[in-house]
């Protein structure tokens, strides 16, 4: 089964474990993809690899209370980004 890829900044139900209920933005880089929690869920979880047993996957807490969503993504889109320059 192929993966969805997410070419934009998409917001979905997170998958990482679906009986929290919890929402987050995803957007696909490469072979992975990186998810920005919602309100609450204040997390960000960098997954990559060719599926849950053959990957790698990492999660941070967003650096601080004030960075919103938004701010969340712009970072990690630099990070990727500049990583490849």
């Not at 053959?54 to 938004?70: F, G, H, I, P, Q």
Request: hydrophobic residues 30%; positive net charge; contains cysteine.
């Amino acid at each position: 089964m192929k993966k969805k890829r997410y070419k934009e900044w998409t917001l979905i139900d997170w998958d990482g474990n679906p009986n929290l209920k919890l929402k987050c933005w995803r957007k696909t880089f490469g072979r992975g993809h990186v998810s920005v929690g919602v309100g609450k869920f204040d997390l960000i979880v960098y997954s990559f690899g060719a599926n849950s047993e053959n990957s790698y996957s990492s999660t941070r807490k967003r650096k601080n209370r004030t960075l919103t969503e938004k701010e969340a993504m712009d970072e990690v889109e630099d990070q990727i980004y500049r990583k490849h320059l």
